[in-house]
Every structure is written in C-alpha cells, then in structure tokens.
C-alpha cells in the first residue's frame, strides 16, 4: 500500500500471544502503526505489546470487543486500517493479501476463514447459518459475517462507529453496513490458526447476539425483507383460516380479521422503516463523531 497503514488490534489477557502477533507484523510491515486496545486486561498484556513496539492504549475496565475496536479505530491515524486479533488466529503474512484488494479498488477486505478454522463443528454451522442470512439481506455473497480479520479505509469505516456494538459483533455490523452503503465488499480466503489461551465468545449468548445483531442491521438495511415475509406469513394464515370457517361454519370470524389487520399493519410499518431508512443512509447520514481524546495511552 502507497498510503499510511494502521494495525489495531484489540486485546483481553493476551499476553502469551499479543508480542509474536506483533513482531509478526513488524517483520512484514515496519513502517506501520501497530495499535494494541487493552480492554481491561488482568495479565501482562499492555507491558507485552509495548516491550514488543506496539502503541498501547488501556482500558480501565473491560469495555468489550467493540468498544475496543472503536477506539482503536479514533486513534488509528492511517488512511487504511486492519483489524485483527491479538491470539494468534490471524496470520500477519496474509495481510498483504487484503491490501492488494483496497488497491483494487474495495473498501473493505475481508479474511475469510476457510474449512477447518473454526473452533467447532457448532461454530462452523452457526457461522454459515448467519453468512446466508445476511447474504439474503443484503443481496450480496456474504463468505465469513463474522471474521474479526478485515482491511478498511479509514474515512468509510469511521462513518459506521455509531451503529456499532460494544461487544463481539462488531464484523457483523460493519459488513452489513457497508453493503447498505453501497462501498464494495472483498473476501480473501484465510485459514485461521487456533487460538492461544481461552476464547472470550460464549457460544449461547454471543450467538443469540449475533442473531439479533443481524436482525437490527437487516432492518437497517432492508427493512421490507424482514417485514414481507412475516407481513405475508400473517395474511395467508388468516386468509387459510377464512376460508375454513367460511366452508365449515359459513361465516367471517374475529380471529381471521385479527390475521388479516395484522399482516396490513406488519407491512405498513415495514414501508414506513424502508423510507426511514433510506434518510438515515442519504448524504452519509449515518456518520459518527471521530473523538480524539485518547485516555490511558502509552507509546512503545
């Protein structure tokens, strides 16, 4: 890349992984900002990347996955950011890889985890299950929602921080955000290593959160394509039921109008969200504030 390069990546307890990641780095990319996010570490995180070059910003607390991200992202002072983990799934040497889509022209270069680099089975088929339904909402093939290992522009990226999450779902968001905003989307295909130390994601709720995730974003994106199906859903349902108690008892009942208002209503408020949604989109509508205070920050 031709323009100024930052790194950030955010780290919880990292401290048996964080340094190689970073040295890593350095040896492939030296002239780049490396940014180390502490959220709330209780081990030797901080000290690590800083003996290691890495400029470090602290947490008090832990903050989450998101939170980090946005931070690292507000201090980040290159024209293209990558983000990636601190324990050692990401290669650094696949980095170069995303770049060369930026300069192709994208806006956002994904690493997309190949077969194999899911953790488990379970993860696999969540991690599918959600690349499919968001691809229904966007439009678009979507390979890995949910890989934390991606290339942005610094400028587009920043335009998103306010939709995004304090906690772990962060890609799901800024994906399907950029869809909607019409910037190109790339994917790359990674094999992601096994992690050093314990994962931080609980696969019961932060998948039930990334459901929902989806979900808020679809309805940002496109509400209609989560309002028809259920809107229509409602209508046959209660046009069914008519036309039993019709053939059986001859008569309209209160249950299929209840149905039948039900589904207008459904599809009256999807409208309605569609032409909000196209507003909150319009001239960029839906850029954040970069903040430039910068607490707990130490420089390696």
Do not use: C
């Amino acid at each position: 890349m031709k323009t100024a390069l930052s790194v950030v990546i955010p780290a919880k307890n990292e401290a048996a992984a964080v340094g190689d990641v970073i040295a890593g780095i350095f040896r492939l990319l030296p002239d780049a900002e490396i940014l180390v996010i502490d959220d709330g570490s209780t081990d030797d995180t901080a000290e690590t990347a800083e003996r290691a070059g890495a400029r470090v910003i602290s947490h008090p607390y832990s903050m989450g996955n998101g939170a980090a991200i946005k931070h690292g992202a507000r201090a980040a002072e290159g024209d293209v950011i990558v983000f990636m983990d601190g324990d050692g799934q990401h290669d650094p040497a696949d980095i170069p890889r995303l770049l060369e889509q930026l300069d192709k022209g994208f806006d956002m270069a994904v690493g997309a985890r190949q077969s194999g680099s899911q953790a488990s089975i379970f993860r696999g088929l969540a991690n599918r299950f959600y690349n499919r339904l968001a691809s229904y909402m966007t439009g678009h093939r979507i390979e890995d929602l949910t890989s934390g290992f991606r290339a942005v522009r610094s400028d587009k990226f920043r335009e998103f921080l306010s939709l995004l999450p304090n906690g772990f779902s962060y890609p799901t968001t800024s994906t399907m955000a950029f869809f909607r905003a019409g910037y190109p989307v790339a994917y790359v295909p990674i094999t992601a290593a096994p992690r050093i130390g314990t994962s931080h994601i609980r696969l019961a709720k932060d998948g039930i959160r990334f459901l929902l995730i989806i979900f808020r974003i679809g309805t940002l994106y496109s509400p209609l394509k989560l309002f028809v199906p259920v809107s229509l859903s409602f209508f046959l349902v209660g046009l069914g039921y008519y036309l039993f108690t019709f053939i059986t008892a001859g008569r309209f009942t209160n249950m299929s109008a209840l149905l039948l208002t039900t589904s207008v209503v459904i599809f009256l408020i999807g409208l309605v969200s569609e032409q909000i949604t196209q507003l909150m989109y319009k001239d960029g509508g839906t850029k954040a504030v970069a903040g430039t205070r910068r607490p707990h920050e130490r420089h390696g």
